[in-house]
């Protein structure tokens, strides 16, 4: 099992950046595919971004692409998400989520492991 720890949400200004941690509790980080999920009020969850396990691979949803970055440290268990250019309709919950399945890498809702999600607040 994983446990993951999100961190580095706030308030900022539209333009700006956010950079989110993910720290992850276990010795098998290394097997694990992460992605980075966000979830606004009244909206369905929404794939963010992800990175395969070597971190060799990053898939990003559509409405971030050029904008966020995801990149993992496998020393640190941490996998990170670098957010520029920010827009209001970036705020939302933003959780971070582990599995061992290579095959559910862009798969909203069926990764195992989640974090309890930190909230990114967008100001226009």
């Known amino acids: 099992q994983v446990q993951l720890v999100e961190s580095g949400g706030g308030l900022v200004q539209a333009g700006g950046s956010l950079r989110l941690s993910c720290a992850a509790s276990?010795?098998?980080?290394?097997?694990?595919?992460m992605g980075w999920f966000r979830q606004a009020p009244g909206k369905e969850r929404e794939f963010v971004a992800a990175?395969?396990?070597?971190?060799?691979?990053?898939y990003y949803g559509d409405s971030v692409k050029g904008r966020f970055t995801i990149s993992r440290d496998n020393a640190k268990n941490t996998v990170y998400l670098q957010m520029n250019s920010l827009k209001p309709e970036d705020t939302a919950v933003y959780y971070c989520?582990?599995?061992?399945?290579?095959?559910?890498?862009?798969?909203?809702?069926?990764?195992?492991?989640w974090g309890q999600g930190t909230q990114v607040t967008v100001s226009s």
């Open positions: 989520a582990a599995d061992l399945d290579p095959a559910k890498i862009i798969r909203t809702y069926e990764y195992d492991y």
């Open positions: 276990g010795r098998t980080f290394s097997s694990y595919i």
């Open positions: 990175i395969s396990w070597s971190g060799a691979n990053t």
